[in-house]
């Protein structure tokens, strides 16, 4: 069945860098995405990779994929205060509906 | 300007209510989701509509019933609430439904059932 773990909570000091990690166990995922949601608000796209890659950097965020150990992991350079939010990891086998995993709060602290 | 719009916000009601949260998107999509997010933060896809026709429907009571319109709009509607019914719900919007579709999604609709 489909399911993806993440750790509940992370916190970072502001110019750290973070690393959040996802484990996933559906090997047919197509796509691999990363959300952010801030208090109060809905969920916005931060990133995705497809599953044949193996990394992706976008400025500060790079994902890395290991798909033989089901593990997605996105890193978060020079972490800002800004960037205390819930992240979300998510999986796509083919369709648009996405499985995601309960979120992992990350804290900056100044 | 807003792209995925839900109202209300916020929902307080009483047990055995019937209830409707609306939803509305004016980026074009023809694709729209309802999705349930709990006290934990874990968030699960409830229904997904495509062009009006309904294409997931995951393991919902039958109180709650999704009505969609227009491919603009997906309202959802919840019958005989429940204290378990309370919890964050959300709406989105993509064109498509190939997996690369991205979702946009509402800022939500806080519903307590007291």
């Known amino acids: 069945g489909e399911d993806v773990e993440q750790s509940l909570f992370l916190s970072v000091r502001e110019g750290d860098s973070s690393v959040i990690n996802c484990t996933y166990t559906d090997s047919s995922s197509t796509y691999l995405y990363w959300y952010k949601q801030e208090p109060g608000a809905g969920l916005q796209l931060l990133t995705y990779i497809f599953s044949n890659m193996d990394m992706k950097q976008d400025q500060r965020l790079t994902v890395l994929l290991n798909k033989k150990d089901k593990h997605l992991s996105l890193r978060i350079a020079d972490t800002q205060t800004g960037d205390s939010a819930i992240y979300f990891c998510?999986?796509?086998?083919?369709?648009?509906?996405?499985?995601f995993g309960k979120g992992t709060m990350l804290l900056v602290s100044p | 300007d807003t792209a995925v719009s839900q109202t209300p916000k916020y929902l307080v009601t009483q047990m055995g209510n019937d209830k409707s949260i609306k939803c509305e998107q004016n980026?074009?999509?023809?694709?729209m989701y309802w999705y349930k997010q709990d006290s934990k933060k874990f968030l699960k896809i409830m229904f997904s509509y495509n062009n009006k026709e309904l294409i997931i429907n995951e393991t919902v009571p039958n109180r709650f019933s999704p009505k969609s319109p227009d491919k603009a709009h997906l309202n959802l509607h919840i019958n005989s609430l429940e204290l378990g019914d309370s919890a964050v719900y959300f709406c989105?919007?993509?064109?498509?439904?190939?997996?690369?579709?991205?979702?946009?999604f509402g800022p939500g609709t806080r519903l307590t059932v007291t």
């Open positions: 998510a999986e796509s086998i083919g369709y648009s509906t996405l499985t």
């Open positions: 989105a919007s993509s064109q498509g439904l190939q997996a690369l579709a991205e979702q946009y």
């Open positions: 980026l074009g999509h023809d694709t």
